[in-house]
């Protein structure tokens, strides 16, 4: 399963690295891929997350989560 999280408030690779990280932290992630220029995280999942794990995951690293879709 997979989910896409439109994010607000990153400006560079440090930015995407930090919401990348935060992301992994998370038991139920096995990776997340962040795209810059598309303002966007794509996340693998292991198991069944709710989104507002992963909301929180991306609003404590310091950015704006604008919504979650599944892919």
Known sequence: MKKVISIDGMSCEHCAASVKTALENLEE????????????????????????????AVSEAGFTPLSVTDK
């Open 29 to 56: 992630v096995k990776s997340a891929k962040v795209d810059l220029k598309k303002k966007s995280a794509v996340v693998k999942l292991k198991a069944d997350v709710a989104d507002s794990v992963l909301t929180n």
